[in-house]
């Protein structure tokens, strides 16, 4: 299992913290529930109220990454914050669009488009 800190970095853009995931095509269930603690923990202490992320290094696509994504959004709202998804593999689109998560999340193009839409 590699660092859970390896899969993701905070990058600051405008007036946001974005959040740059990268997940190769297969990864461990376990490095996925040490990942949301990381990330949750890091959400929490910074406490931003713009929060985007950007997905083009997400190769996995799966359950798990969707499990990810909610987990997240419940944490940047605990923090009174906004989320938005850019970047989004197709596939993973049509998936959150099939299950509904697109009601769920704001999903745009790009940072920019994420940043002026929160």
């Not at 603690?37 to 931003?48: F, M, P, Q, W, Y």
């Not at 994504?69 to 197709?90: D, E, H």
């Amino acid at each position: 299992m590699s660092d859970p800190i390896q899969r993701f970095r905070f990058v600051e853009h405008r007036d946001a913290c974005v959040i740059e995931l990268t997940l190769p095509a297969h990864i461990e269930a376990m490095e996925f529930d040490v990942l949301n603690a990381a990330l949750g923990e890091h959400i929490t202490r910074r406490g931003s109220s713009k929060w985007v992320i950007d997905l083009t290094g997400a190769n996995y696509i799966g359950s798990a990454l969707l499990g990810l994504l909610i987990n997240v959004r419940s944490r940047v709202r605990m923090t009174r914050g906004q989320l938005a998804l850019c970047k989004i593999p197709p596939l993973l689109e049509r998936v959150m669009r099939a299950g509904s998560m697109d009601k769920l999340f704001l999903i745009v193009t790009d940072r920019d488009e994420a940043i002026s839409a929160l």
